[in-house]
């Protein structure tokens, strides 16, 4: 089966990666990547705790561990057999460790790291520089391409290639943007403002206010001046914003990935300036808006909070899926019913879960207000995501960068590899064919290959490949279903576009696993298969998120708590949610 590689690594974890949790687990600190062990009390559920988070899904487990660094009996109940939710390693293919979903990190909060000690409970990350590299199929031997790293100089000059004037431009456009994510990135480690409690609500609740507003003063004070320009970024279609800049299609492309990727829209659309600053205001080991790879795949991170969490003596439990949130008298959550009928009392519950499945499924529908309960229905959760992963037998060789003959990874390898990104026009057409039911014939491609950096995630001279692929509707024309017919040929044509810029790549796969928008949301209990459990739009941000008066964190429902994506300030491995609706949580707690 594998016609190039060595023998398969022994067992379904052979790095070391987090695979099941039967019961509670804690790890010995100061051993990366290895295997967890028995927690002692936590292998059995207690009847009640302090805190029940629903879901172990990163923000959970990050929810989790600051509330039991408070002192706060936490138990985490995930319904899956693997902790993570978006954030898992899976192996899928015999020998081959998969980032199944997620498959990159850059915006987890730098506070969290520190905080959570993350690199002593075992997390190792895998900077990439060069980070990004556009081939081109174009009429020339060889094709050009664009690789972009941390290097400026080197930046420009590939740049140049395409134009004099944006490789000159573009250390201005990085400043510029760097300027607003600076001043917004305060904005993700605070509540929204409570408005309405600021006009009308208790003597407390306007002091809560008027603390909130801190973050948001100070990012009027940085912007400044360049107030007009940077709300421009936030509300104007990406492609606006980039003609500003640029001349070159391939580099206004190869941008614009960043404005549209999990999002149902085009570079055209009004608002996709925010989902690109989004995906730049992260940073890793310092480095700002850098991007990396986490030793023994994604799964590996949600392993490292785990066991920060566990370590304080928090109780995590996989196989423990939650039916209902436990009601008492006023309305109050008072704890959880699980699948199996088990009621677990708590003062606190957090969920983890998507606003869609917190509030119409999990929660009394007449205990919720008719109004707030609509708006949760009108969340937008369209979904152009297909993740595909791939095991294959060699490293892919690029027309526009060939392999050389030891067949060992190049600087490109570790990118992310844009494909179908020769012009902002070509991502339009993908999205338009997706509006009307089709999935797209050419397909933006993002192409990674962790095992470039990280030899451990294959067999020998085996590579797992990751696709994020779009744009792919969630729903196909005539109310076709997702079948296996529909999933191989969408899969088939986007490993066709694959053999375009890599000739011989179709031959090198030994498997593969298709996800589609409704795999998405079965799988991982991603809305609509959306990443972001909600788009990323600024109708759907900050005071909006999950809905208009209930963006704290807080919920209708006295002592539930939404710390998940669909809360503020959105999707990504960020953990800011869950840091930030701790944080909420633990006041309330104080007061009970």
Known sequence: ??????????????????????????????????????????????????????????????????????????????KRHVLGGAAVTEEIVPGFKFSRASYLLSLLRPQIYAELELQRHGLRLLPRDPYSFTPLLEDRSPPRSLLLGHDMAQAQQQIAQFSQKDAQAYPEYEAFMGGLVLALNPLLDAPPVDTAALGQGSLLQRIRALRALRPLLGAGRVLGRQLPRYYEVLTAPISKILDQWFESEPLKATLATDAVIGAMASPHTPGSGYVLLHHVMGELE????????????????????????????????????VRRVLLGKGGRAQGVVLRDGTEVRSKLVLSNASPQITFLELTPQEELPKDFVQRIRQIDTRSPVTKINVAVDRLPSFLAAPNTRDGRPLPHHQCSIHLNCEGTHLLHQAFTEATHGHPSSRPMIELCIP?????????????????????????????RPWDEQARNAYADRVFDCIEAYAPGFKASVIGRDILTPPDL?????????????????????????????????????????????????????????????????????RCL
């Not at 190039?4 to 790890?27: D, F, I, N």
């Not at 700002?288 to 928090?314: D, E, F, K, P, T």
């Not at 030899?455 to 729903?475: D, E, N, R």
């Open 1 to 78: 089966m594998a016609r190039h590689c060595g023998a398969m690594a022994a067992g379904p974890w052979a790095t070391g990666c987090l695979s099941r949790w039967p019961r509670g687990w804690c790890s010995s600190p100061g051993l990366p990547g290895a295997r967890l062990t028995h927690a002692g009390p936590a292998a059995r559920l207690q009847r009640e705790y302090d805190a029940v988070v629903i879901g172990a899904g990163h923000n959970g487990l990050v929810a989790a561990a600051y509330l039991q660094r408070a002192g706060v009996r936490t138990a985490v109940l995930e």
């Open 286 to 321: 310092g480095r700002r808006g850098a991007w990396g790879y986490v030793a023994g795949g994604m799964g590996a991170l949600s392993q490292a909070i785990a066991c920060a969490a566990a370590a304080r003596g928090a109780h995590i439990f996989t196989e423990k899926a």
């Open 451 to 479: 095992s470039a950096l990280d030899p451990g995630l294959a067999p020998q001279g085996c590579h797992v490949v990751s696709l994020f692929t779009q744009y792919t509707p969630s729903v196909l024309a005539g109310g």
């Open 521 to 589: 949301e079965k799988i991982f209990g991603l809305p609509g298969g959306n990443i972001f459990h909600g788009a990323m739009s600024l109708d759907q941000l900050y005071f909006a998120r999950p809905a208009p008066s209930y963006s704290g964190y807080r919920s209708p429902i006295p002592s539930l708590y939404l710390c998940g994506s669909g809360a503020h300030p959105g999707g990504g491995v960020m953990g800011a949610a869950g840091r930030n609706a701790a944080q909420v949580a633990l006041e309330d707690f």
